[in-house]
């Protein structure tokens, strides 16, 4: 469990939630106005908080409650969002948003998105969690019901794994920087090892959530985001589905 006091009015320092304001399944993704959009997915959704980059509704699905965060972007402000969130109450994280392509299966056009197995640990938060040996896996009961909600949904998504990166620019201006040599390098590496696309948040998420014995997955869009963000919201109500048979 997360180790987070919170302030004397009983919220958490940086999301501005307590115990209560969320549901166990949360939808995280980066920009706090995306939100507003996914809100929409959701039977009575309610603005809960928005402080500094993390933006917070609660609804429900199938009758559940359900919540959307946005981590705001990078791995260490969604760090901080997903231990503050386990802490109230949260256990089941999916990243909706959106990647660039990689490998070159992954440019293939008839593909919405991709949905990720796992990540390269390209950032620099998670090895102050643990060692970078340790790896940074999705849950394989949410990577499953994304996989099924997508097929329902008749859309094609790449599984496989994402790099996660701190620097945006130096992925999409490598020449501009002084360490252009190693980051073409590591580039033509991914490429090679059948990274499907690159983004910069799944690897804390998976990580934190592996350490803290919650699930966690991501769905990333290379086309239409209201595609992935319906096929997000079904994945969850086939976890709400199956967690009530257990």
Known sequence: MAFYAPNEEGLMYHVNLRKGDVGRYVLLPGDPFRTDLMAQYLD??????????????TGTLSG????????????????????????CGADTFIRVGTAGRVCEKSLDERYEGAINTAAVRDEGTTIHYIPIEYPAVADRHVVEALSAA???????????ITQSKDAFYGEVEPE?????????????AWKRGNVVCSEMESAAIFVISSIRGCRAGSIMSFKDIK????????????????????
């Open 44 to 57: 009575d959704a309610k603005l809960i908080a928005h402080h500094r980059e993390h933006k917070t509704w």
């Open 176 to 188: 501009n920087m002084p360490n252009e040599a190693r980051l073409k390098r590591r580039w033509e």
């Open 64 to 87: 559940v409650p359900v919540s959307i965060t946005s981590t705001g972007m990078g791995c260490p402000s969604t760090a901080i969002a997903v231990e503050e969130l386990i802490a």
């Open 150 to 160: 997508a097929k329902n949904n008749g859309l094609r998504y790449i599984e496989g």
């Open 227 to 246: 595609n992935t963000i319906q096929v997000a919201c079904d994945a969850i109500k086939l976890l709400i589905e199956q967690d009530s048979k257990i």
